[in-house]
């Protein structure tokens, strides 16, 4: 069983990856770059401002910062105990495979993955109410997601249960900031 699901998740991988092509490689090289994303770090910052206040909105901000560091610490943690090859790295698959980008750390779970869950999720949750399309900033993770599949660095299901735990950690630290946040 375990094998099937394997096949399945190289398989997937290796398709998801071949719709690609040159055009495209650029932007997708930019948008996994985690700086990439700094102005929509810089427009929630104002965001969280104009809701809340300056002091609640450093109060989420650093919330952010240390719940990323966290999943970060145990990813590199999972990472570094399971020691799943990166498909990129993979003698058996990669001569399927454009690489683009040779990470050479473990695939198993995603970073990108589990952090911007993280981070879309809460944000989410701690602006649905005042913000019509707070659901907008599920594009983040997925475009993010995406990003280490077309690359090649990780498996779908890295990414998967990277959002898993990413969205996990979001409502812990939800339910904990709500009381300090009054939301």
């Known amino acids: 069983m375990l094998e099937k699901l394997i096949r399945l998740d190289t398989e997937l991988l290796i398709f998801l990856h071949n719709l690609g092509n040159r055009c495209w490689d650029g932007f997708w090289l930019f948008v996994t770059e985690p700086m990439s994303w700094s102005p929509l770090l810089l427009l ?13 909105a450093l109060f989420i901000l650093l919330t952010i910062g240390f719940g990323a560091f966290s999943i970060l610490h145990l990813v590199n943690f999972i990472k570094n105990t399971v020691e799943r090859l990166r498909p990129v790295n993979d003698r058996l698959i ?8 040779s990470p050479s750390d473990f695939s198993f779970l995603s970073g990108h993955a589990a952090v911007s869950c993280f981070v879309g999720l809460f944000v989410y ?5 005042q913000v019509k399309y707070a659901w907008l900033i599920f594009l983040f993770p997925t475009v993010f997601s995406y990003s280490r599949l077309y690359l090649a660095v990780h498996y779908p299901s890295d990414i998967f249960t990277g959002a898993i735990l990413g969205g996990g950690v979001a409502v812990l630290f939800y339910k904990i900031s709500k009381r300090f946040l009054f939301v």
């Open 94 to 101: 990669n001569y399927h495979l454009r690489i683009l980008s």
């Open 125 to 129: 949750l701690l602006c649905r109410k």
């Open 44 to 56: 929630l910052t104002v965001l969280f401002i104009k809701i809340f206040n300056r002091r609640k």
